[in-house]
């Protein structure tokens, strides 16, 4: 082995040793995340927050935004073989039920080429759709809806 090679390898492995007796959360002592929690403290446990009530579909902010999900889906079945959300979004169905029917684009291949089905690329609607809960917004922000939206 080549003598700078060598001598990396083994700093590497003096710094990995040390490193591995110091606890963990030494390692990140004054660490701070994004939201300016240190990183040793306690996120927020999931489903603290609640759902909203169904209500209208909710406005787009902006421009080729997927639209959100105006009311509860906990319970869902969304998987290869089944699909909830077409119960009422499905073109068949829409009329009866009042949803909103799923777009045109959702019927489209990669290369445009069009379907009879929904394309498995936009199967999973949760991928882009997301139901809303009553938390506050992580970060102050001064965001303005697109202009064209208003």
């Known amino acids: 082995m080549k003598k700078p090679i060598r001598q990396l390898a083994l700093a590497l492995v003096a710094v990995l040793g040390i490193a591995g007796t110091l606890p963990p959360l030494a390692l990140a002592e004054g660490v701070k995340s994004i939201r300016g929690n240190d990183v040793g403290e306690a996120e927020v446990p999931p489903g ?78 949760t991928q882009c759709h997301v139901p809303q809960t009553d938390a506050p917004p992580l970060v102050n922000n001064k965001f303005q809806r697109a202009d064209g939206l208003r």
């Open 48 to 125: 603290i927050y609640k759902p909203i009530p169904d209500r209208a579909p909710i406005p787009r902010d902006y421009v080729q935004q997927p639209p959100l999900i105006p009311h509860k889906i906990e319970g869902y079945e969304v998987s290869k073989n089944f699909n909830r959300c077409m119960d009422c979004h499905a073109w068949s169905r829409y009329q009866e039920t009042g949803a909103t029917k799923v777009s045109l684009t959702h019927f489209k291949d990669r290369d445009g080429g069009e379907l009879s089905n929904i394309s498995p690329r936009r199967y999973f609607c």
